[in-house]
Nanobody, 128 residues
Framework: QLQLVESGGGLVQPGGSLRLSCAASGFTLDYYAIGWFRQAPGKEREGVSCISTSDGSTYYADSVKGRFTIARDNAKNTVYLQMNNLKPEDTAVYYC?????????????????????WGQGTQVTVSS
């Protein structure tokens, strides 16, 4: 059974860093697009970043460019989201999602409608 499990969330002060992990089981991340999304209370789920596990190509939302870095480790079947210089507005539940293929073939790369498989999420709180 295909499963995604997020971890690494927590409470951090503004300006701090966290690294989220998205571990896949039940399938091999050889040819998938993996996206990171977030949902703050009372807001819609929004895309943050995505990566092609086949060639490592990446895409970012403007709100996180220069602060977040997405990466994959195919040997560990895991995708990471390194988050630096965190801001209070980054507070949200973060989810990873997967769709077989490459981000190059996805028109709306950070749309929730493009992804088939979802994890349960991990809470990130940025507060002093």
């Amino acid at each position: 059974q295909l499963q995604l499990v997020e971890s690494g969330g927590g409470l951090v002060q503004p300006g701090g860093s966290l690294r989220l992990s998205c571990a896949a089981s039940g399938f091999t991340l050889d040819y998938y697009a993996i996206g990171w999304f977030r949902q703050a209370p009372g807001k819609e789920r929004e895309g943050v970043s995505c990566i092609s596990t086949s060639d490592g190509s990446t895409y970012y939302a403007d709100s996180v460019k220069g602060r977040f870095t997405i990466a994959r480790d195919n040997a560990k079947n895991t995708v990471y989201l390194q988050m630096n210089n965190l801001k209070p507005e980054d507070t949200a539940v973060y989810y990873c999602a997967a769709i077989r293929g490459s981000i190059a073939t996805i028109t709306r790369k950070l749309s929730t409608y493009e992804y088939d498989y979802w994890g349960q999420g991990t809470q990130v709180t940025v507060s002093s």
